[in-house]
């Protein structure tokens, strides 16, 4: 069964500087790959998601993530963070047929102005 | 403009007492899910259904029952409720039939079993 690492819980940054959150798969074959945010009380949005192609890929509001097979990597970035974007990240990984993805625990950013 | 709508959004039940948490979506989504979260586990898959009249466990699906209404409707049903069911409860919608990636969340229902 797939599997998916956040090796951060919690990460720190000042309005204005770049960001990346890490990730870590274990699947054997293509696994299919998601970010998703989440803002205080609220429910998760879908921010990108990597299927097969370009190994990096665009997703809302200015984030992006690459993917690296031969890291099992899924790294989330954005070049200059704001202090909208404090929020719980969870990276997800889905396996093939069904593709239903398990979340990682998630890495809460905080945004220092 | 509402996407995924939960009710309750908080609740309190004592051990062994029902409920149904419910579910609509608008967006004529095919499939629907059920998640819960607990602090530090992320979110882990309840049931889903991936179309009207069919559902499916997931990871954690034991002390819990799913009724695909309709294709609006997803209901979570909570039989004899224990203090370990106590999590904050998400439903979720997705277009597609085939590449099971929720899109759309609602706010979540905050359960807590004493």
């Known amino acids: 069964a797939q599997s998916v690492t956040q090796p951060d819980i919690h990460i720190t940054v000042s309005e204005g500087a770049s960001l990346e959150l890490r990730c870590n798969y274990s699947y054997g074959a293509t696994p299919y790959l998601f970010w998703y945010v989440q803002s205080p009380g609220q429910g998760l949005q879908l921010l990108l998601k990597?299927?097969?192609?370009?190994?990096l890929v665009q997703g809302i509001k200015g984030f992006e993530a690459e993917f690296k097979r031969s890291q099992s990597s899924f790294n989330l970035r954005k070049p200059s963070v704001h202090w909208s974007d404090a929020a719980e990240y969870f990276c997800?990984?889905?396996?093939?047929?069904?593709?239903?993805?398990?979340f990682g625990r998630g890495t809460s950013l905080i945004v220092h102005p | 403009n509402a996407g995924v709508t939960q009710t309750p959004k908080f609740q309190v039940l004592k051990t062994g007492q029902s409920m149904t948490l419910q579910c609509a979506q608008d967006?004529?989504?095919?499939?629907m899910y059920w998640y819960r979260q607990d602090p530090g586990m992320g979110l882990r898959l309840i049931y889903y259904s991936a179309s009207e009249g069919t559902t499916d466990k997931g990871e954690v699906p034991n002390g819990y029952n799913v009724s695909r209404l309709n294709k609006r409707e997803f209901s979570l049903r909570l039989e004899s409720a224990a203090p370990s069911q106590t999590s904050v409860y998400f439903c979720?919608?997705?277009?597609?039939?085939?590449?099971?990636?929720?899109?759309?969340f609602g706010d979540g229902t905050r359960l807590s079993i004493l």
């Open positions: 990597y299927f097969s192609g370009d190994t």
């Open positions: 979720a919608s997705s277009a597609g039939t085939e590449r099971h990636q929720p899109q759309h």
């Open positions: 967006m004529n989504h095919n499939s």
């Open positions: 997800a990984v889905g396996e093939g047929g069904s593709y239903i993805p398990t």
